[in-house]
């Protein structure tokens, strides 16, 4: 069995992670890094033992020499790369969000099903092995008929420097620049939370309203070419396909909390909450006589598959419907693009 040669697109700190995990996969080869700065692309070549380096995608695609591509460019470059990968015959995973609107990322997610290529997002909270029991345990109908959902995502490092410094990195000032690309914590975070959300509870969002906003960073919102407009909080009240009403929130503004995704999951039987840390994941439940004293017990969940291994195994086995995909990411930028109407609007939207 040949390896699956996979070419790193983007070098930034999410693509170490990357070719970190698809290295502990035995076949597969990391072949060749793409980055517009030589100097970056051979330092992360060098690091990661990759023997080919281009500063094009153009170059890299001339060369050919590739099966897969893990594509980690920043948001605003998703959507022109994917493209050309895609005609080119390349199977690819994308990092989160897909495109910056539902427009973009429909014609991606149209194009890789014509394809027969497969095509993958990096929401990277499905490797979370709790999260995936507890959509379990929904489906298999231990809480009974789901009637409320809770879920949040928070971050601090707008008040903390335990990531670096937003003010002086330019690695965290663009995702505060719509003129960036950036579509704020919006656009950065809610796609996860709404994943997590949506698949853990094992439901779809029906209709949503939102709210965001801009809080005050720097003299004017700016900072050098950076203007700092984008939004850091938001917050959204939600209605699900199963007849559930849920709240969900983000907030880079949440001090003491440096990455943390929480789902509670109420039912008329029985509850479950998932928290995700970055020490590590919980799922609890209260369920039956349990739930007559409001006791919550902590459950013990086997690993699980993670989203770069189902891509590999996709591959292989020619299955280019391996979730999640570019049409379940694409529809979910149809509700991020929505909830910023809804803003403007004031007005609730079905999805």
Known sequence: MKPIRLLVLGTGGMANNH???????????????VDVDIATVRAFATRHGIPNTFTSLDEAIAWGEFDAVTNVTPDRIHYPTTLQLLAAGKHVMCEKPLAESYAKADEMATVAEASGLVNMVNLTYRNVAEVQKARQMVIGGDIGRVRHIE?????????????????????WLWRLSTKHGSNGVLGDVGIHILDFAGYGAATDIDHIFARLKTFEKAPGNKIGEYDLDANDSFTMTTEFTNGAMGVIHASRWATGHLN????????????????HTLEDSSLRVCLNEDVETGLWREIEVDPVETNYQKFIAAIRSGNTLQEPGFRHAANLQKILDLAMITEVERRELAV
């Open 151 to 171: 879920a949040s995502y928070l971050q601090s490092w707008l008040v903390s420097k335990a990531w670096g410094d937003w003010a002086t990195e330019s690695q």
């Open 19 to 33: 070719v970190m995990h698809f290295s502990t996969i035995s076949d597969v080869q990391v072949v060749a890094a």
């Open 260 to 275: 943390e995704l929480r789902l509670r999951v109420h039912g008329d039987k029985g509850a479950l909450e998932v928290i």
